[in-house]
Structure formats: C-alpha cells, structure tokens
C-alpha cells in the first residue's frame, strides 16, 4: 500500500514538474508574457499575506511539536518563522517606509528554506518541550541583523535566488525521500511546496522580475503553495488528532476488557473447575451458561467499540450493530435515530458511541427499562446527543453516586460538551449532550 501511495505521488511530482518547467520555458521563449506589475501596493498585500501564512505554519508546526516533541517538527516550526520575519522585517516594514531590502528578504527566506530542508535529517523527540521552542524562536530572530550585514555587502540578488532556488531543490528531494520511507502524508505536501516554490524562484531568476514594486506571477505561485501547504498542515494535525483519539479509546477499551471481560472469563473458569470437582451440575451448568453469554456480550461490545474506534467502521454502522447485539434477547427495545447529515468530529464519535452505550447499558441494568430512544441531531442550529427510556428512574440529588454517569460527564467534558440529565422515580431518565 505504501508503496502504491508512492508510486502516485512521484507521477503526479513528475507531472507538476512538466508543467511548470513548460510554463517556465513558455515565458523564457516569448518576452511579453512575463511583463510584471508595477504595483507597490500589490507587491506590499502579497508580502503581508506570505508573511501572515508563514506564520500560522510556524504557529501550527509549533502546536504538532508542543503535542509529540519531535525535532522535525521544531525544524519546521523554526524554518517558518524565519521565513515570516524576514517578509515582515525586509519587506513589508520597508514597503511601508517606502525603502527596499529585497535582497536581504531573499536571504531570510533562504535561511528559513535551509533549516526546512534539513528538518527530515532531525530524528528523535525532545523531552522537554518549551524551552527548544523558545531558544528556536529566539535564534530566528537574533539572525536578522546578521542577514542585514550581510546583504549590504551583497549586490547580486540573482546569486542569492539562485541558492534559495537550490535549497528549495534539496528540500523536495529530501521531503519525497522522508515520504517514500515513512509514508507521512504531510512529507509529500512539503515537498510539493517546496517544488511549487522552486519553480517560482526559478521564475524570478530568470526572468529578472524580483525588482523592488514589481509584482510578478512566480508571487502568485508563490501564494498558490502558501495555501496548499496549510491545507496539508491542516490535513496532517486533523490525523494526528484521530491517531491520538484512536490510541486513547483502544486504552479504554482494554481497560474495560479487563475489567469486564476478564471478570466473566475467571467466572466460567471458576464453574468450570467446581464442574471438574464434581459440583451437581443443576447448579453449576446455569451459571457456567450465564457467565459465557455475559462474556461473549462483552466481547462483542469491545470489538464494536475498537471498529468504531479505528474508523474501520462508519460511525453510524458500528451504533446499529451494537444496538442491534444490545437488543438481541429482547429484554430492552430501542429506537435509533441519526440525522445524516449531522457531522461529528473522529474525537466525538469516540465519545458519542461510548456514551450512547453507557446510557443504554444503565437503562438495561440499573433502570429495569423496556424501551430506549436514542437521537442525534440538530436543533436551533445546535447538534444534540439524547438517550431516554422508560425504567424506573431515581432521585437527581441520587445522580453523583452512578459510576456510569460519572464516566458520562467525563466524556462530555472531554469533547466540550453540555450535559442535561432529567429523571425522577418512576418517569425514567432523559440524557441530553449538547455539542459544542
């Protein structure tokens, strides 16, 4: 599979490659079609955009190191950053005063280019996160006055495009190997930005467009790979929150196994062995028949939780299977109800599955309850979670003793939710979440 996810990727690289490369030989060949824009004003918009997105890239390689700690992150993180102050300090600042240091902006962000290029080379995790973060974020900026020196004494701003050019080269080489070996899809969105980047860089050097007020198309490449990089960003911290969603749940999950399942199992064990013993079996073989039923349950509940879990099963399917198995020997009857076009986040589903089986499974057990409704929808433009059925019902000052609602409320809170709960002796109980 990975390597059939590689295989695609280099073709489409290949493609991008083609058609840029002819576009890039299109405007070499004919003169008139890489004509620049003398719009300062433009030209300013476009720095402030590119300085803005480099620095929510910053700020969300930032997040992705602050949650797993790895260098790679950091580089990244630091890399951006770079690129951000160099658009606000070279370009955007004198834009504004009317001065130019466009060659001093070209060097920022082939420095911040240098240390993207070698995040795949940065291995391992930190396991102290804040202070690398900080002493990063310090180091970009103590490198712009350097920068500065060094670009008054600079009078070829082609041979620094030039550079930039060759390190953007390295980093979509290095990013689609990282791709190919680890199969991480934010590598191969980095590494067609960075080939985005250096065809526009390319653009610029050779069609002699990186004047001060010019606003030419390899800025408008250059913003076309600003936005695809934080889609992918965006992508990437989305599949990191699921991964993480997916780890914690299979944790409960085994918990739960092992507080439930492994009980019912050391129970047939148990009858099995007084079986062995000789214990008269009119005793004996009802509980041994118990036990097992109650274990195969269980064991069902938890393979239908992992599914809905790990997303190998659709959110709704994996409610109506364990409804249906939650119904199967007709002692609680329940009424399902999902509005499709309701959307739940992976990290709700998780939760909204578990909550919606502990309501049902306290209506089973503890409410005496014959019938069950479960809905999920929207109302007033506000999606909603309600469990109800028609058991016995108890007491609300009664409510904080249930370990079940407490582990309600727990995963309530832990998707930011609201929970109302309404019940009373004999008029059953009504849960209601509402999302945020």
């Known amino acids: 599979m990975r390597h059939d996810r590689f295989e695609s990727f280099l073709w489409s690289q290949v493609l991008l490659v083609a058609l840029l490369g002819a576009t890039l030989a299109l405007f070499l ?44 992150d950091l580089m990244l993180c630091g890399g951006f950053f770079a690129m951000s102050l160099s658009w606000l300090a070279f370009t955007v600042v004198p834009g504004i005063a009317g001065g130019d240091a466009h060659i001093a902006s070209a060097a920022g962000q082939t420095v911040g280019w240098a240390a993207i290029a070698v995040a795949p080379f940065a291995t391992g995790r930190v396991p102290r996160r804040r202070a690398p973060l900080w002493w ?55 590494s067609i930005v960075a080939t985005l980047s250096l065809f526009a860089t390319l653009s610029l050097v050779f069609t002699h467009d990186a004047r001060p007020a010019l ?14 990089l934080l889609v992918g960003l965006w992508r990437a911290i989305r599949a990191s929150e699921f991964g993480r969603a997916v780890a914690e749940e299979r944790a409960r999950v085994a918990r739960e196994i092992h507080d439930g399942l492994a009980q019912y199992l050391f129970s047939v064990a148990t009858h099995a062995s007084m079986i062995e013993a000789g214990a008269p079996l009119d005793d004996a073989l009802p509980k041994l028949r118990d036990a097992v039923t109650a274990a195969q349950q269980e064991a069902r509940y938890a393979i239908l939780a992992l599914s809905s879990a790990a997303g190998r099963a659709p959110f709704d399917s994996a409610l109506r299977r364990y409804v249906d198995v939650l119904t199967a020997d007709g002692l609680l009857e329940v009424e399902l109800e999902i509005d499709h076009s309701i959307e739940l986040r992976p ?66 809170g832990s998707i930011g939710g609201a929970l109302q709960l309404s019940s009373a002796p004999g008029h059953g109980t009504s849960l209601e979440i509402v999302l945020r």
């Open 29 to 72: 060949r004919f003169p008139s079609l890489r004509t620049p824009y003398a719009q300062p004003e433009l030209r300013l918009v476009l720095a402030t955009v590119f300085m803005l997105s480099s620095g929510l890239i910053a700020l969300l390689c930032a997040t992705r190191f602050g949650v797993d700690g790895r260098r790679f």
């Open 136 to 190: 990063l974020l310090a180091g970009a900026v103590a490198l712009l006055p350097p920068i500065w020196l060094v670009s008054t004494h600079t009078s070829s701003l082609t041979g620094v495009l030039a550079l930039q050019a060759l390190v953007q080269l390295l980093a979509a080489i290095t990013f689609g190997d990282r791709y190919r070996r680890r199969g991480e899809d934010l590598d191969q969105w980095l």
């Open 215 to 228: 606003v030419a198309r390899g800025d408008f490449l250059v913003l076309f790979a600003h936005a695809v």
């Open 347 to 412: 990290d709700e589903q998780i939760e909204v599955f578990r909550i919606v089986q502990e309501g049902l499974a306290n209506a089973r057990r503890h409410s005496d309850a014959r019938h069950a409704w479960v809905q999920i929808g929207a109302r007033a433009g506000e999606r909603f979670v309600r469990v109800r059925d028609d058991g016995e019902g108890f007491a609300p000052e009664a409510s904080e003793a249930g370990q079940g609602l407490r582990n309600i409320r727990e995963r309530v």
